[in-house]
């Protein structure tokens, strides 16, 4: 079992910043990705960003690279998500996500947590 929990959502305006934060605990493994999906009324759940196990690789979808910087305090098991020049496109649900780096990356993560609201308007 895995438990993940998300804080620091908020509502900014255009251009701004807020960053997140999930704190994990249970049977998390270290060979496990760990990352970040969002979703937004009437639009597809959307993979952000994920670092790879092992090689500490970091992704980012297409539409945050450059503005969003993931990472990991790896002896405390939790991630943050600085968003830099946010827009209201970025306007969604955010979930801190686990599992196999390919399905995070996708936005099909086999763990997620309760999910933090971000507003940009």
């Known amino acids: 079992d895995v438990q993940l929990v998300e804080s620091g959502g908020g509502s900014v305006q255009p251009g701004g910043s807020l960053r997140l934060s999930c704190a994990s605990s249970?049977?998390?493994?270290?060979?496990?990705?760990m990352g970040w999906v969002r979703q937004a009324p009437g639009k597809e759940r959307e993979g952000v960003a994920a670092i790879s196990p092992g090689s500490g690789r970091r992704y980012y979808g297409d539409s945050v690279k450059g503005r969003f910087t993931i990472s990991r305090d790896g002896a405390q098991r939790t991630i943050h998500l600085q968003m830099n020049r946010l827009e209201p496109e970025d306007t969604a649900m955010y979930y801190c996500?686990?599992?196999?780096?390919?399905?995070?990356?996708?936005?099909?993560?086999?763990?997620w947590g309760q999910g933090t609201q971000v507003t940009v308007s």
């Open positions: 249970g049977s998390i493994y270290d060979t496990m990705c």
């Open positions: 996500a686990a599992g196999s780096t390919l399905m995070v990356v996708a936005g099909r993560p086999n763990y």
